[in-house]
């Protein structure tokens, strides 16, 4: 797909949009940065500062078809200067290869958790956003030890709690768009920015197309989390959403209650857009840090 693509070529790849990146611009941090063999996978990170200081580092996951510097250069920067970060591009993504096997969060998990044990990091602060922020969910139901505090953005339940327009998209992808989720979904620039970061994938940038069709299978399956497994999280968490975002306010609303979570929305701001507000953000997380150390 290039920036010729057409918008019935479009939204025949649109499935997986409720997962899609921010497009953020580049980080420019200094960082360090290798790769961790996860089964068959080498699995891509940076790495900004110093871990092997006593101070616990933040871990920020992308959302679908992002990566590290797309959706969090305007974000990482900030982290940055308050405490290590550890960035991770997962399976198919960015400079990650993909596998034949299909992408869930289980096996997201498990790569990321690969990722910090040879980092030989116990424990962090996890910032997720959209696919991330599922991604940071999924932790904080199955491996809260390994979390200080859990910060997800732009996150639904299951798939049928995000906007109705958005669900309809992707369990029809050969229906045209209703115009309420034009106004929500990706544009061609969007597409086009996605796919450059997909230059130096280990399997080629043909590994755009691999990776979306495979999120498209991932976001209309059953992932998700009962009620009883939300109510369970006992990492202190903090959701953030935009008032126009993929996730309803009123379905964020009744997921941090019962997480007894803290929920932030952010005035003016969609999915596409959450990512470029680092002024708000950025003071949002630490508080939820500052008063889970209170």
Not at 68 to 91: C, K, M, N, T
Not at 286 to 294: D, G, H, K, L
Request: hydrophobic share 45%.
């Amino acid at each position: 797909m290039n920036t010729q693509t057409s918008t019935k070529s479009l939204n025949t790849l649109l499935p997986a949009v409720a997962l899609f990146s921010a497009m953020a611009l580049p980080a420019t941090a200094e960082h360090a940065s290798g790769r961790v063999m996860s089964g068959d996978l080498g699995v891509y990170y940076e790495v900004y500062g110093d871990l092997a200081s006593d101070v616990t580092p933040f871990l920020v996951l992308h959302g679908g078809m992002g990566t590290i510097s797309s959706d969090f250069g305007d974000l990482l920067p900030v982290l940055a200067e308050q405490r290590p970060v550890i960035g991770i591009e997962q399976q198919g993504h960015g400079h990650t290869g993909g596998r034949d096997a299909q992408v869930s969060l289980e096996v997201m998990r498990d790569d990321t958790l690969a990722v910090l044990d040879a980092l030989e990091v116990d424990r962090v602060h996890v910032v997720g956003f959209s696919m991330g922020g599922m991604l940071a969910m999924e932790l904080g139901v199955t491996a809260p030890e390994r979390l200080e505090t859990l910060s997800a953005i732009s996150v639904s339940q299951n798939h049928e709690c995000m906007h109705p327009a958005i669900v309809e998209m992707n369990l029809n992808p050969g229906a045209a768009p209703s115009p309420e989720a034009l106004e929500l979904m990706p544009t061609e620039e969007d597409f086009a920015g996605m796919k450059d970061e997909y230059a130096d994938n280990p399997d080629g940038p043909e590994q755009f197309e691999r990776t979306m069709q495979q999120l498209h299978t991932l976001i209309v399956s059953d992932w998700g989390w009962s009620d009883e497994e939300l109510a369970a999280i006992g990492v202190p968490t903090l959701l953030l959403l935009g008032d126009n975002d993929f996730t309803p306010v009123d379905h964020a609303a009744q997921m941090a209650g019962k997480i007894r979570a803290q929920l932030a929305v952010l005035p003016d701001t969609t999915h596409m857009s959450i990512m470029s507000r680092p002024d708000w953000l950025a003071p949002l997380i630490a508080n939820r840090i500052a008063t889970a150390e209170e």
